[in-house]
């Protein structure tokens, strides 16, 4: 690194240093100077460093993944504006603007960093904390941030990334680093956001252990009974409407400061090009008549409920290979989720998966702002299946837990595999019977089935098939 290179890389982190405070301030406050509440996953983030900062130098690098938009800027913001402590010093860096705008990397700047500081890293005495926000575009992160977690114990490093699949197969810090993902918000977090009402201490962990643990279905409506006061106290007040707002584009916190659903839909879209022209070109995976075929690929899965790759593959003349790598690469950006067809693995090759998508604010965009590509009744039931599939992924991710769905005609939407017992679970927008859910326990046994809807709590003793409310199932 040559002088006119460390000069230009020393002016751009004193002036992060001295302006960090100031930027930190539009994510943390709103627009009346209050503080905005953080997300639930805060928290977890907070005790890590709380115990780095107390002695123990166990955990000293923490990874927030999580797709473009969903918060984690902010919630990294959150993070370096409540660090006050004396004697700690910390410093906020975008490696995107590093990169881009710099044209230096996160080796360079560490070196010019220990300038600043006077000091070496083997050599620190006093705790220096790192937020590293968008890592990924840094092609050598991994391994340079491996050093400094070997060189010294007096550093700790928050980063976050776009592509949790990319951060988690580094080889260069599985070992070192433990994952803590940013999901798109919860309905409490929405409600808890945008109208400041906080979610009732406990209940999400009572209703998740009553649904997913019991082992019985008695027991999941005994338990979800129970509950019934509580949970009717916290919707005091909430309009219903809400429900429909949440799944729309609730679940991306920036459209909350957004007034114009229109312009909500304007920035999803945003988002999206950006991980096709950005993310995904970065990878050199495909040539750009292929980029180009991606955000036909996205349209295609807005509309359908299960996606045949022959089929889709002809028509938009895409050979099955790379529409097979597209569709993996989606999956690696957080934009699909992949449920695969329940059964062995040779039905589960030949069946075709469903493609759900991370947020259903995604889906809702396609509908709303490129065109209507389904019916209402439909649309609002594809939502409704995705943020069922979104709670899934962030309810089970620290579980034995599996997810698939019954490919047969009239099959449920999901089965989902706990420690080798099953759930059979169907959704429904509006009222749903519980036909869809007896089908596919007859092959699958399950110790009880569900059906999420409108529907009020009710059992069917003879199936063991429970109806949860969504008023219910939304607060898990």
């Known amino acids: 690194m040559d002088d006119a290179k460390k000069e230009k890389i020393y002016r751009y982190l004193q002036e992060q240093i001295a302006q960090a405070d100031f930027r930190a301030k539009a994510y943390v406050f709103d627009d009346q100077n209050n503080k905005n509440p953080t997300r639930n996953c805060y928290v977890k983030l907070q005790h890590h460093l709380t115990n780095f900062l107390s002695g123990d130098t166990e955990i000293r ?13 902010t919630l990294l913001s959150q993070l370096y504006s409540n660090l006050n402590r004396p004697g700690v010093t910390k410093l906020y860096l975008s490696v995107d603007e590093l990169v881009h705008i710099v044209g230096s990397n996160i080796s360079e700047m560490l070196s010019v960093y220990e300038e600043i500081l006077g000091v070496a890293i083997e050599r620190l005495e006093s705790p220096v904390v790192l937020f590293l926000d968008e890592v990924q575009y840094d092609p050598n992160w991994g391994i340079v941030l491996k050093t400094i ?25 599985a070992r070192r680093v433990v994952f803590e993902k940013l999901y798109p918000m919860s309905f409490s977090e929405y ?5 400041g009402k906080f979610e009732t201490k406990g209940l999400s962990t009572q209703l998740r252990q009553t649904i997913f643990e019991s082992s019985s279905g008695q027991q999941v409506f005994d338990g979800l009974k129970k509950l019934e006061p509580v949970v009717r106290q916290y919707w005091l007040g909430i309009e219903r409407l809400e429900i429909d707002r949440y799944m729309k584009f609730g679940t991306l916190p920036f459209a909350l400061k957004l007034k114009n659903e229109g312009l909500v839909y304007d920035q999803i879209k945003k988002i999206i090009d950006r991980v ?4 995904i070109a970065q990878l050199g995976q495909f040539k750009p008549e292929i980029i180009t075929k991606i955000q036909e690929v996205l349209y295609s899965v807005a509309a359908t409920d299960t996606l045949s790759v022959n089929n889709l593959s002809k028509d938009l003349g895409i050979n099955h290979e790379s529409l097979s790598l597209i569709l993996s690469v989606l999956e690696k950006t957080e934009t699909l989720l992949r449920v695969y067809p329940y059964g062995a693995h040779a039905t589960q090759v030949r069946k075709p998966s469903k493609y759900l998508f991370s947020s259903p604010a995604f889906r809702s965009m396609y509908f709303n702002f490129v065109g209507n590509i389904i019916s209402q009744e439909n649309y609002m039931g594809k939502l409704l299946e995705d943020t069922v599939g979104l709670y899934f992924s962030r309810c089970l991710s620290n579980k034995n837990a599996s997810l ?9 939407d999901f089965v989902i595999g706990i420690n080798n017992q ?54 898990v």
């Open 61 to 73: 690098w923490v990874a927030i993944p999580g797709f473009r938009g969903v918060g984690k800027t």
């Open 149 to 173: 977690f070997d060189r010294s114990k007096k550093v700790f490093v928050f980063i976050t990334g776009s592509a949790a699949v990319a951060l988690q197969s580094n080889p260069d810090v």
């Open 191 to 195: 409600i808890k956001i945008k109208n």
């Open 276 to 279: 096709v022209s950005m993310d």
């Open 404 to 412: 698939t769905y019954d490919s047969s005609q009239s099959g449920a």
């Open 422 to 475: 099953k759930i059979v679970v169907e959704v429904g927008y509006g009222t749903k019977g519980i036909e869809q859910v007896v089908n596919t326990a007859k092959k699958v046994k399950p110790k009880y089935g569900v059906v999420i809807s409108m529907s009020p709590l009710s059992i069917d003793n003879e199936n063991h098939v429970i109806t949860i409310p969504l008023s219910y199932f939304l607060l």
